[in-house]
RNA sequence: GGGUGCUUAGCUCAGUCGGUAGAGCAUCGCCCUUACAAGGCGGGGGUCGGCGGUUCGAACCCGUCAGCACCCA
């Protein structure tokens, strides 16, 4: 039993198996139903609080009961005379449309009580049992305006005719009892099974009842002062200012819908219940005096000075405590030394951007913005960033009780299946789920979790991160980002390996010659870096990651390094030196672009790294965060890349397709190749030969022999791999004809595309134009490739 | 009951301005090539949940239906 006010929030209400009680209420005075009788049946969920009935309600057009309106029940077992009352909120169709009013224990009944002036009937104890004659609870007269204090509730069990075999029991075993008496009586018409929303405190599970209880709240819903002095409620001072924020975009939620979310709850709040029973938090600054009257200052001495009161009046100080959202709401002010105006609140208040998600928009975020912008002026924060929430494999929140939960360290240490089952299926609330938590666990994760690493974990969620989403934590992909990490490592050996204590370019005197490839990987680190800056901008994390990744893997290990190799193993001492200072200070920027996301191997690898790109420094912490220098931008050294990685891809394909080993150096002829090419050739030769391995490369005639040979087309140039008698003749057919059957798809949507006429005058100029082009192009490729078929077929 | 989001490759997910669909993992083939086999190179795999509409053109815009998830009552 929690024994303390608890917020909405903090319920829960699930649906479960529960009983319909039928239970038939004697009418008094004579009365009769239309059928002749002397009872109208009442159908409970909760037969238990009918000891705090005050009423009986019937729908106000029930042709049934309106004979029956102002006349009288005698509530079974208390022997009280209650009313039966009209009320609209009745569901004619639910049980016998006769409801018990309970108002002192339901939302709903509470409602009604009010609209009919009912007395307030409290039944339980604070420990939920029924109440005995010694409690000072039970009725509160209807003159219950409030404020009110317990101190109303004047009558005893006794005077309520609560029978005293009930007294002092649970409610659940009041229950049992209460339906042994009404069955011994007659009095249970029937029970049915039913389903009933039953709600929980999120915490502990235990039911929660709705109990009248003296609480201090913030006022957030009216117009004016509550106690009547000029200036403006709280719906003026408080609610409405923190909608406007938003609605202004002084403080905008990322992603935007999330304002939504922010607005509705503020529009539909209800004013704030902030003391708790609790001893945990801080004490409500609110003192007593033997009379009971209440005064509220900081402390004792002020209360004294405040209120002019002498020294040896007694005051005892409120036991209760604040709500813990309610002292959290200042987090933003206090962290700076709020309320008095340091150089801190001045700086950093408001702050830039909140990290939250969004299970605590309304807890914590609304609250701040609430009661920081009330207490300020300016509001706490300009920016929400609402992130999703890890789920299971399922799409299901994690929780303790349903197995489900991933622990952070078990994904960076790993752990075995067995340990895992057992962690997930000890100590469990209801123990009667291990053998189904078990089940799922061994199905999600068979082989238990591998260890990835902080780094890894890190990484992957901010690659998960995407925008409006939650996400479904995927081990492979965490997976994926740990070779990541080794990646980088090793790439950082390969560097390491060539370049520490030789000379990297540091000094800017000597001469530096830069490959191709070094203007390449500069010039794509700029659009990276730019990228970047972007994805940072717009809190797209899983962006960022994905171009980190890319960039650092695919171009500058997979082609880069490689592309390095000749120079740092056998170039010129300039060349040597401008492939060095390249190798090392674009991945000591990659680094530092990387770093946020991989903090560890990051700075580990930078503290080697950084000296070699000239750079000093205790951290890679403290690092400036790389920015795009464009003049940097090479688009000349990026076509010559691209254009030489098409180059080595086809020499590459024709390797894997007609199995040839990647070892065996290989004679290429090139025919048709234009000018640009055989520059590009020219220049690029050594790499080519390098990467591709090639040992002789021929340049053909226009109308020159060709031998036989396996062919790759870039552009309309060709690639030609003389098979010389090795050619196997239905390998290079089926490889030609799969090339051929793509384009030719392509080229017949294409070109229907181009002969309508809808499309020739509808689309935009640039767009006909691409396509035109494009259409040349295949038709260019088609033709190639269909004259490399015959003389293939030919041999 | 009201609201929000989602549905894209076997799995987990990107897809910006409407202009021929991408990544990681998994999978298939070759390779222990002196940074890296937790790797390299190459390949295969998708009627973008269904239906209808707008448009020269739709994964993307509109309508509708279905399924899933979450929030509020």
């Not at 691409?770 to 040349?776: N, P």
Request: hydrophobic share 40%.
């Amino acid at each position: 039993m929690l024994q303390t006010a608890i917020s909405d929030l903090e319920v829960v209400s699930e649906e479960e198996n529960g009983k319909l009680w039928h239970i038939r209420y004697p009418l008094a005075d004579g009365a009769k139903t239309r059928e002749g009788l002397d009872y109208i049946v009442v159908a409970t969920t909760r037969p238990e609080t009918m000891l705090g009935d005050a009423a009986v309600a019937v729908h106000p057009e029930d042709e049934r009961y309106k004979h029956l309106v102002g006349k009288f029940v005698e509530l079974p077992l208390c022997g009280r005379k209650i009313e039966i009352i009209e009320d609209e909120f009745v569901e004619r169709e639910f049980g016998t449309g006769c409801v018990k009013i309970t108002p002192a224990h339901d939302f709903n009944d509470y409602a009604v009580g009010q609209r009919h002036g009912l007395d307030l009937i409290n039944v339980l104890t604070r420990e939920a049992k029924i109440i005995g004659d010694s409690d000072i609870q039970g009725r509160l007269r209807s003159s219950y305006v409030a404020p009110f204090t317990m101190e109303d509730f004047a009558d005893s069990a006794l005077s309520l005719g609560i029978p005293k075999e009930y007294w002092g029991h649970d409610r659940f075993e009041a229950r049992l009892l209460i339906e042994k008496d009404l069955y011994s009586r007659g009095l249970i018409e029937k029970i049915d099974d039913h389903k009933l929303k039953v709600p929980r405190g999120d915490r502990t599970g235990v039911v929660v009842e709705p109990y009248l209880t003296d609480q201090w709240f913030v006022d957030l819903t009216r117009e004016t002062r509550h106690d009547g002095k000029p200036g403006p409620g709280g719906l003026k001072a408080i609610t409405e200012p923190a909608i406007r924020v938003v609605e202004d975009g002084r403080i905008k939620f990322v992603p935007e819908n999330w304002s939504n979310t922010y607005f509705h709850w503020l529009r539909n709040i209800q004013d704030w219940c902030i003391s708790r029973q609790l001893w945990w938090g801080h004490r409500i600054p609110a003192w007593y005096d033997g009379d009971g009257k209440i005064y509220v200052a900081r402390d004792e001495t002020e209360v004294r000075t405040k209120y002019k009161l002498s020294a040896n009046l007694a005051l005892t100080q409120d036991e209760d405590v604040f709500d813990t959202w309610f002292s959290s709401d200042i987090w933003p002010l206090a962290t700076l030394g709020w309320p008095q105006a340091t150089p801190e609140l001045k700086k950093f208040y408001p702050s830039s951007v909140l990290v939250t998600g969004f299970d605590i928009i309304f807890f914590w975020i609304a609250r701040m913005v609430m009661m920081d912008t009330y207490f300020t002026g300016e509001v706490p924060f300009r920016e929400v960033y609402v992130h999703g929430l890890i789920r299971d494999p399922e799409g299901q929140k994690m929780s303790k009780s349903k197995g489900n939960v991933l622990d952070p360290l078990d994904l960076v240490d790993g752990i075995s299946l067995e340990d895992l089952v057992k962690k997930r299926t000890t100590g469990l609330i209801k123990p009667e789920t291990a053998p189904k938590i078990e089940k799922a666990t061994r199905r999600d994760y068979p082989n238990g979790i591998a260890p990835v690493g902080v780094d890894a974990l890190r990484f992957t969620f901010a690659a998960l991160a995407s925008p409006g989403r939650d996400i479904r934590f995927d081990t492979g992909r965490a997976e994926g980002y740990r070779n990541f990490c080794n990646k980088i490592w090793n790439a950082a050996r390969f560097v390491l390996m060539n370049c520490e204590d030789q000379d990297c370019g540091a000094d800017a005197a000597l001469p530096v010659e830069l490959s191709v490839a070094d203007r390449w990987i500069v010039s794509r680190l700029q659009k990276v870096e730019a990228e970047t800056a972007e994805h940072f901008r717009n809190y797209r994390f899983d962006l960022l990651a994905q171009s980190l990744y890319q960039f650092i893997w695919n171009e500058y290990c997979d082609w880069y390094l490689e592309l390095a190799k000749p120079a740092v193993l056998g170039g010129s001492d300039t060349a040597k030196r401008g492939t060095r200072r390249t190798l090392v200070r674009v991945l000591e920027a990659s680094l530092r672009l990387l770093h946020p996301l991989m903090p560890f191997v990051t700075e580990e690898v930078w503290q080697r790294v950084a000296p070699l790109a000239a750079k000093r420094g205790d951290t890679i912490m403290l690092q400036p965060y790389p920015v795009t220098q464009p003049e940097r931008i090479d688009e000349a050294a990026e076509a010559d890349v691209e254009w030489l990685k098409a180059f080595i891809l086809g020499v590459r394909q024709i390797r894997g397709e007609m199995d040839i080993s990647p070892g065996k150096p290989l004679q290429l002829l090139i025919q048709d190749a234009n000018t640009v090419d055989a520059e590009r050739i020219a220049r690029m030769r050594g790499i080519i030969d390098f990467i591709a391995r090639i040992d002789a490369l021929q340049l053909l005639e226009q109308g020159a022999a060709v031998p036989q040979s396996a062919t790759a087309l870039l552009g309309a140039m060709k690639i030609l791999v003389p098979m010389a008698g090795l050619i196997d003749k239905g390998a290079e057919l089926a490889r030609l004809d799969k090339l051929i059957n793509k384009i030719e798809g392509d080229l017949a949507k294409n070109e229907a595309r181009l002969a309508s006429e809808k499309f020739t005058s509808g689309a935009p100029a640039a767009v006909v134009e691409k396509e035109r082009a494009r259409v040349a192009q295949q038709k260019q490729e088609l033709e190639t490739l269909q004259q490399q078929k015959t003389s293939v077929s030919a041999l």
